[in-house]
């Protein structure tokens, strides 16, 4: 006997509780596999574009402060550091060990302007004790490239006033450090490529990438899914329980 798609629905009965929980977890699981997919989509762009300009010859900085989008171009500089004006960016850790990122204002001697160069990753194993750095104090030759993150970041400011240096912090913008020091200088941070003067430079591009985005969107809908298939089976399993025994009769068959 074919059942109509009216009578069935009149026999699918889930319950109150059930239908409310569905109604607000199952719009909100699918909306944030989307929002993981578009994560992922943008990150991806962001990996597009960092491998794209990777690759192109580094321009200088004069020519920098001409680019509306400086993101990843590589810069060629040359230049003296600012020893005095230091800064370790703590928790940065890297296969598993503890450590810091030292951050150095760079003069570079084409443009004339002051620039925030990320010199790369120190270990800091025993905290009692501070990190060991040095500095050049010749001019050098340096290759580096534009980090723009992105979103902003939490920031830990110190004191001006009596803040030592060099600074421990965990975020630092540039435009913050140039109007403390009263100098003009790049809205962003560069980071250093492999040569002189220069640490551990094994950059990761995003703290999460497209993939691991695409993986938790998947996780999501599956969630969803299997929330749609248990609200259905409760309300045909609660329809069977809620027929009296008995009330059923035997047809005759004619033959």
């Known amino acids: 006997m074919k059942i109509s798609i009216a009578s069935a629905a ?5 319950g109150l509780a059930p239908t409310l929980t569905v109604l607000v977890l199952l719009p909100l699981m699918v909306g944030l596999g989307f929002w993981q997919l578009s994560r992922g989509h943008e990150k991806q762009l962001l990996v597009d574009s960092y491998a794209e300009r990777r690759v192109a010859e580094p321009v200088s900085g004069v020519q920098l402060n001409d680019m509306a989008d400086p993101a990843f171009r590589r810069v060629r ?3 003296q550091f600012d020893a005095q004006h230091s800064v370790l960016l703590d928790n940065r850790m890297r296969d598993g060990k503890a450590g810091v990122e030292l951050l150095q204002p760079f003069h570079d ?14 270990p ?4 009692r004790i501070s990190p060991a750095f040095t500095t050049p104090e010749q001019p050098l030759n340096l290759d580096a490239w534009v980090y723009v993150a992105p979103g902003e970041t939490f920031q830990l400011h110190a004191d001006p006033a009596t803040a030592q240096w060099p600074r421990l912090l965990t975020a630092l913008h540039p435009a913050a450090l140039w109007a403390e020091l009263g100098r003009t200088g790049f809205a962003y941070e560069l980071r ?22 695409m ?6 809908f599956a969630m969803a899914l299997a929330l749609l298939a248990l609200y259905l089976y409760l309300g045909w399993h609660n ?3 809620e027929k009296p025994h008995g009330s059923g009769h035997e047809s005759t068959q004619r033959v």
């Open 109 to 122: 001697q084409a443009s004339g302007q002051w620039l925030l160069l990320n010199r790369g990753w120190l």
């Open 124 to 127: 800091w194993p025993d905290r």
């Open 192 to 213: 250093a490529e492999a040569g002189p003067a220069v640490y551990e430079t094994t950059w990761p591009i995003v703290a999460m990438g497209p993939e691991k985005h």
């Open 239 to 241: 329809t069977k329980k």
């Open 215 to 220: 993986g938790y969107a998947v996780q999501w």
């Open 10 to 14: 009149k026999s699918f009965r889930p």
């Open 77 to 79: 500089l040359r230049g």
